[in-house]
Every structure is written in structure tokens, then in C-alpha cells.
């Protein structure tokens, strides 16, 4: 099989959720690293304009958003599970929990916590991505609403923990650890005072340590022409049978375009290869890297024709 190779910087949040699913599933791969806010030249051959962090590149195939990128990872090392005991349904809905609502809170606090030390150049990169005006000072206010808030859901992981298991579903680690490590690893390193949030949860804490006990894989440096030499010379893998999307009325072959529903709202225009129920796939082409096939999750996207 070819090569992983991730598209990431070392302190996105997103990122650091598939970094862990590598370190669970004892995966090798190829470390690229992007820049932090736009322009990212060397990454939007593969994307077509998405740009979002990361991205999961495996020869000529484009895995944009972490559901498809962890579903991507599943499909082809299943073994171990990020699905125990049947959780497979749960662990995804937890999800949406954990990357929009968690995630938000976590942000606003650690944002308003930080707002004098924030690069001027990323706030505005920030309010590109978000579509919409980042009101600092109110984030700065509000800091300690939003460490009660936080606070509040991690109580739900310790009562999620208060049985005495290791993991939140039971004795294995799976997705749904991952869904809330993240943002957890996130507020743990760029909060300035973490005791405040993580002080009353011992049950949680002990959890973050073996949750980071699960390492990273094994990375290796690539550097970003290389990456886009390996999509120049590879064809996209062949895709499961081409399915109708029944609802927007499109088939294989018609022109479509893919946009986020919420934040970093770029159209990615393309030729439909496949419509599944969980992930709509696009052929496009490229002057840098030929032909590729970028594959979306449909939860939390949106699919147009033309």
C-alpha cells in the first residue's frame, strides 16, 4: 500500500486527533508540514481550496476533514478497532459533540485567556476561516463563563469514567477517547493555568495519561514537493461502486461542487466519482499533480450540482 502522508502543523487541535488514532493503531507515516493559516500553495494542488488542517494524502487519493480521514484509517487497518464492543454509531455522534460544541468552548477560553499574546496575523487568518468577526475582547470577558462551561462537560467525562474504567466506553480506548482527548490536549497545553479546569477530575486526568501513553505512530519527514510528486505519479485507487445520490438526484460523472457547513467555507468543484451515505467522493485535476480524487465526509458538508 502506499504511503500515509499527513498534512499538519504540530499545534492543531484536529490534527492532534488522527496523530493519536496513529499512535492507537501503531501506524508509520510521512510527516508534511503545512503553515498554520493561508496561503498554503503547496497544499491546495491536492485540495482544490479546501483548507483546512489536516489532510491525508495516500498517492493520489485527498482525505479532507478528520471523520474521513479516521474513517479512511479504519477501513484500512481495522485491526485494533477504533470500534469496541459495537461502538461504532456512538462513537461518531459523539463526535459532533465533542468537535463543535467541546471544541468551541475549549477555544473561546483558551482565546480569551491568551488574547494579548495572539499573533495579529493568525486572529485575522482565524477570521477568514470562521467567515466572520472573532470578537477578542468578548472572549477575553467571558473567560471565566467559559471555563464553567468547560468545566461542566468535563464533569460529564468523569461521571463517564466514575465506574472505575479505563477508557470512556469501557476497558478499550477507541474513538470516543480520541473525540475528547484532543480538545482536552488542547486546553491542557495552551491554557495558562490548566489546574483550573482539570483541578476537580482526578478520574479524567488519569485518563489524559494513558490516552497520551498512546503516542503518535511512527512519523517520518517528507517535505511538501515530495508529497506532490507522489499525487503526480499515482492514480487515484479504484473507488468502491459508483452509487447515485438519491436525495440531490446526481450521478458519477456530473459536475459538483463540496463546501463545509460552517467554517472555511472554500468550494472544491469536481466531477463526482462516488455519493455514499457517510462520504462523497470528486475527481478534479490539477496542473501541479495531474489527476486526483478528494474524498469528503457528508456529515457537516454540503454537495451542489455544477
Known amino acids: 500500500m502506499p504511503e ?26 510521512r510527516s508534511v508540514i503545512i503553515p498554520d493559516r493561508m ?25 479532507c476533514d478528520t471523520q474521513c480521514i479516521i474513517r479512511e484509517l479504519e477501513r484500512r487497518f481495522p485491526e485494533p478497532t477504533l470500534f469496541p464492543g459495537g461502538s461504532e454509531g456512538l ?24 488574547a494579548d499574546k495572539l499573533d495579529p496575523g493568525y486572529v485575522e487568518d482565524r477570521v ?10 468578548k472572549m477575553k470577558a ?18 463517564m469514567l466514575a465506574d472505575g474504567r479505563g477508557f470512556v466506553l469501557g476497558s478499550e480506548p477507541g474513538l470516543a477517547d480520541v473525540n475528547v482527548y484532543f480538545v482536552l490536549w488542547m486546553v491542557r497545553r495552551l491554557y495558562p ?7 476537580p477530575f482526578a478520574k479524567v486526568r488519569a485518563w489524559e495519561g494513558r490516552m497520551e501513553a498512546l503516542g503518535e505512530g511512527a512519523p ?19 473507488s468502491p461502486p459508483a452509487d447515485s445520490d438519491e436525495l440531490l438526484g446526481l450521478s458519477p460523472g456530473a459536475p459538483v461542487t463540496v463546501i463545509p457547513d460552517d467554517k472555511g467555507r472554500v468550494p472544491v468543484r469536481g466531477e463526482l466519482v462516488a455519493a455514499g451515505l457517510q462520504t462523497i467522493a470528486i475527481r478534479r485535476q ?9 474524498h469528503f465526509p457528508r456529515a457537516g458538508f454540503q454537495v451542489f450540482e455544477g
Open 220 to 238: 517520518t519527514d517528507m517535505t511538501a514537493a515530495e508529497a506532490l510528486e507522489v499525487a503526480r505519479t499515482s492514480e487515484p485507487e479504484p
Open 286 to 294: 490539477d496542473a501541479r499533480v495531474g489527476e486526483v480524487v478528494v
Open 193 to 199: 493555568a490548566p489546574d483550573q479546569v482539570f483541578g
Open 142 to 159: 467571558e473567560v471565566p463563563q467559559n471555563r464553567g462551561q468547560l468545566r461542566a462537560q468535563l464533569g460529564w467525562v468523569e461521571a
Open 39 to 63: 496561503p498554503k500553495p503547496d497544499l491546495m494542488p491536492l485540495t482544490g481550496g479546501y483548507r483546512s488542517t489536516p489532510v491525508m494524502q495516500i498517492g493520489a487519493d485527498v482525505y
Open 91 to 114: 462513537a461518531w455522534s459523539l463526535g459532533f459533540w465533542t468537535d463543535k460544541v467541546l471544541y468551541t468552548t475549549a477555544v473561546a477560553l483558551v482565546f480569551g485567556a491568551v
Open 4 to 29: 500515509i502522508i499527513y498534512h499538519h502543523y504540530a499545534k492543531s487541535t484536529f490534527a492532534q486527533k488522527v496523530r493519536t488514532v496513529f499512535g492507537f493503531k501503531g501506524l508509520a507515516w
Open 128 to 137: 477568514e476561516h470562521r467567515g466572520g468577526a472573532l470578537d477578542i475582547e
